[in-house]
């Protein structure tokens, strides 16, 4: 990935196309901020998952991990807190990991 790659994923959600008319958050969604690893700076729509689905982390489909189509796994820090200024976003996943 390159700089130019990077600078298109940052502030798009997962599993949205880069050209999708609206590749950003929607205000009444609720958003993980990926933090690292080949996903860094996308969000994750977290709305319609269970807070356990989340706290026990997110194994997420990427062509940009070491084995492309393989899965990036992504796992929240317990007690972190809130991102200021970041509206809808709820909480950071942090990359642990990949895998075919």
């Known amino acids: 990935m390159n700089a130019d790659d990077e600078q298109v994923m940052r502030g798009r959600v ?3 196309d880069h050209d999708d008319p609206v ?3 929607l ?3 609720k958003y993980a ?3 690292g690893g080949p996903l860094d700076g996308l969000l994750l729509d977290i709305t319609d ?3 356990e689905e989340v706290e026990g982390g997110v194994a997420l489909s990427t062509e940009l ?3 492309p189509g393989g899965r990036a796994f992504y796992d929240p820090r ?3 807190p809130r991102p200021p200024g970041a ?3 709820v909480c950071r996943l942090h990359y642990s990991g990949d895998a075919p």
């Open 14 to 16: 997962y599993g949205r």
């Open 23 to 25: 590749p950003g958050p």
């Open 27 to 29: 205000p009444h969604r």
């Open 33 to 35: 901020v990926l933090v």
């Open 49 to 51: 998952l269970r807070p």
């Open 65 to 67: 991990s070491r084995w």
């Open 78 to 80: 317990p007690g972190e």
């Open 87 to 89: 509206p809808g976003v």
